[in-house]
């Protein structure tokens, strides 16, 4: 059961960072998603694209801790640490 209540907390930290990415592009940028994911990735800024993508991910964070969902609050954990290997992975290759 512990398993299966981290693998929700894990989905719902990776839907809310692919949220938040694409909230802050359709908010701040004017190109289009595609375009913007392109241009970031040409000028080197997919991580701080990703990073702020994850802002969201402490909402879900903290929701599930105040909802005591310890476990499913790991699993959001666990998310964010695989998104900031991505970003250390576009930072250094």
Do not use: C, W
Request: aromatic residues 12%.
């Amino acid at each position: 059961m512990d398993k299966k209540e981290v693998l929700i907390g894990f989905v719902v930290g990776i839907i809310a960072n692919t949220l938040g990415t694409l909230l802050y592009i359709v908010l701040f940028s004017d190109l289009g998603i595609p375009e913007t994911f392109r241009a970031a990735v040409a000028q080197g800024h997919v991580g701080s694209l990703l990073a702020l993508g994850a802002i969201l991910n402490l909402v879900a964070f903290f929701g599930f801790l105040r909802l005591r969902r310890d476990k499913r609050a790991r699993g959001v954990m666990i998310a964010t640490l695989l998104t900031a290997m991505v970003i250390l992975y576009y930072k250094f290759f």
